[in-house]
């Protein structure tokens, strides 16, 4: 196999290439090995069909990785029915320790099958290592992706920090979305934790906006993490009374901001896929208004605007901005008025369709397709395995498409 990739932006470094502990007989193929995709709870094919059919998610199938499969052999995590009981159970352990031990353990006979384990957040693989560790699941390459976890690493104990140490020799390939991330990771760990772009499904794109005679703007800001800033956010509605702002989000730190002296800042949950394009559609900003972190919070939402045909005003933190670059508008931290500007100045470019046309475009020129996303997981499936090439390598992180060639 060979990749194509038009520009690169960083080497590997040491990881945890298979060794003599590591069984890596029961490889089929160099060609076509075979990779367990370890999902949360709730997120697996069977659920996520049933999510898609009701019009809950955008993708057919979760997270794109199964644009890998005409190179490895994918199997899934299944979620198991659970009574009430078990399921507070199972997700009070998850909230105490930070992953998903109980999910892990059910599912560890599809995990032993396979020649690799891709994972999609901390959750998934700090559980796996802990069963390779307690013995309860073969010792098999471990790729492991990290969200959250070095947003808390500062404010965890020295005795939380040495427990995830040890959980980490059994992570083969640490990754991550972001390059702070990728950064302070490396630098915890001693060794390198890859940048991996995520990306989007091109499933969408709404009508160039069109003034209102009123001249006031629209604004959405869809979004559940837990890094988004809702409270500047609201400051921008209270002291500009032309911009409408409509927040989607399920979280109650943001329905508790509704007040009646800020009418035109409104909060409400999207229902459904419809919901959301239909939001798009009306608004002539897309905003992700954001508090700082590390693991460019909010990139999901960002990249649908701009699919959408939106202009999207970002708050600079998170690395977010290597993803999206000139692009977007963005405001710094905390700065309402400075995201009231950018706003304003975004909504002025919106009905500019050409140049919205070429900003979606550069989702595509820079890999950030879903089908990209699938493809480095093919690329970090050879690495873990120790048969890749430099240029393999490299490609992962790269933002560029990622070409696969027999």
Same mark, same amino acid.
């Given at each position: 196999?060979?990749?194509?990739?038009?520009?690169?932006?960083?080497?590997?470094?040491?990881?945890?290439?298979?060794?003599?502990?590591?069984?890596?007989?029961?490889?089929?193929?160099?060609?076509?090995?075979?990779?367990?995709?370890?999902?949360?709870?709730?997120?697996?094919?069977?659920?996520?069909? #049933?999510?898609?059919?009701?019009?809950?998610?955008?993708?057919?199938?979760?997270?794109?990785?199964?644009?890998?499969?005409?190179?490895?052999?994918?199997?899934?995590?299944?979620?198991?029915?659970?009574? #009430?009981?078990?399921?507070?159970?199972?997700?009070?352990? #998850?909230?105490?320790?930070?992953?998903?031990?109980?999910?892990?353990?059910?599912?560890?006979?599809?995990?032993?099958?396979?020649?690799?384990?891709?994972?999609?957040?901390?959750?998934?693989?700090?559980?796996?290592?802990?069963?390779?560790?307690?013995?309860?699941?073969?010792?098999?390459?471990?790729?492991?992706?990290?969200?959250?976890?070095?947003?808390?690493?500062?404010?965890?104990?020295?005795?939380?920090?040495?427990?995830?140490?040890?959980?980490?020799?059994?992570?083969?390939?640490?990754?991550?979305?972001?390059?702070?991330?990728?950064?302070?990771?490396?630098?915890?760990?001693?060794?390198?934790?890859?940048?991996?772009?995520?990306?989007?499904?091109?499933?969408?794109?709404?009508?160039?906006?069109?003034?209102?005679?009123?001249?006031?703007?629209?604004?959405?800001?869809?979004?559940?993490?837990?890094?988004?800033?809702?409270?500047?956010?609201?400051?921008?509605?209270?002291?500009?009374?032309?911009?409408?702002?409509?927040?989607?989000?399920?979280?109650?730190?943001?329905?508790?901001?509704?007040?009646?002296?800020?009418?035109?800042?409104?909060?409400?949950?999207?229902?459904?896929?419809?919901?959301?394009?239909?939001?798009?559609?009306?608004?002539?900003?897309?905003?992700?208004?954001?508090?700082?972190?590390?693991?460019?919070?909010?990139?999901?939402?960002?990249?649908?605007?701009?699919?959408?045909?939106?202009?999207?005003?970002?708050?600079?933190?998170?690395?977010?901005?290597?993803?999206?670059?000139?692009?977007?508008?963005?405001?710094?931290?905390?700065?309402?008025?400075?995201?009231?500007?950018?706003?304003?100045?975004?909504?002025?470019?919106?009905?500019?369709?050409?140049?919205?046309?070429?900003?979606?475009?550069?989702?595509?020129?820079?890999?950030?397709?879903?089908?990209?996303?699938?493809?480095?997981?093919?690329?970090?499936?050879?690495?873990?395995?120790?048969?890749?090439?430099?240029?393999?390598?490299?490609?992962?992180?790269?933002?560029?498409?990622?070409?696969?060639?027999?």
């Amino acid at each position: 196999m060979s990749t194509t990739a038009t520009n690169g932006d960083g080497h590997i470094g040491r990881i945890n290439a298979p060794g003599p502990d590591r069984d890596l007989t029961a490889i089929k193929t160099f060609n076509r090995p075979s990779a367990y995709v370890h999902l949360d709870y709730g997120r697996g094919p069977d659920t996520w069909a #049933k999510a898609y059919q009701k019009g809950i998610v955008f993708e057919e199938q979760p997270y794109g990785y199964h644009w890998a499969q005409t190179w490895v052999n994918l199997n899934y995590s299944a979620d198991a029915p659970e009574p #009430k009981a078990v399921s507070l159970l199972r997700r009070g352990f #998850k909230f105490l320790f930070g992953f998903d031990l109980i999910h892990a353990f059910r599912n560890r006979r599809c995990a032993d099958s396979a020649d690799v384990i891709w994972t999609h957040t901390e959750s998934e693989y700090l559980a796996d290592a802990l069963l390779m560790k307690l013995h309860l699941m073969k010792r098999i390459p471990l790729v492991g992706q990290s969200i959250w976890l070095w947003d808390k690493w500062s404010k965890w104990s020295p005795l939380r920090k040495r427990f995830h140490h040890w959980l980490f020799e059994e992570v083969t390939v640490p990754t991550t979305h972001s390059a702070l991330n990728s950064k302070l990771g490396t630098e915890v760990l001693g060794r390198t934790v890859i940048k991996v772009p995520f990306g989007i499904e091109p499933t969408f794109e709404v009508p160039v906006s069109q003034p209102r005679p009123d001249g006031r703007l629209r604004v959405v800001a869809p979004g559940n993490d837990r890094h988004r800033d809702w409270d500047t956010l609201k400051k921008v509605a209270r002291d500009n009374s032309d911009i409408e702002i409509v927040v989607l989000s399920k979280r109650r730190r943001a329905s508790r901001l509704i007040s009646a002296d800020v009418p035109n800042f409104v909060v409400r949950s999207a229902v459904g896929i419809k919901d959301l394009i239909a939001a798009y559609d009306a608004a002539d900003v897309v905003a992700v208004p954001l508090l700082g972190n590390l693991h460019a919070s909010g990139i999901t939402v960002a990249m649908e605007g701009i699919n959408a045909g939106r202009p999207v005003v970002l708050t600079r933190t998170g690395g977010i901005e290597d993803y999206l670059g000139g692009t977007a508008h963005y405001a710094e931290p905390g700065d309402a008025i400075g995201l009231a500007t950018a706003i304003r100045a975004a909504a002025v470019v919106g009905q500019d369709r050409d140049l919205q046309i070429a900003r979606r475009s550069h989702l595509t020129n820079a890999g950030l397709m879903i089908k990209d996303f699938g493809s480095r997981h093919v690329l970090l499936t050879r690495l873990a395995l120790g048969i890749s090439t430099p240029e393999e390598d490299i490609a992962i992180s790269c933002f560029a498409p990622v070409v696969l060639q027999h």
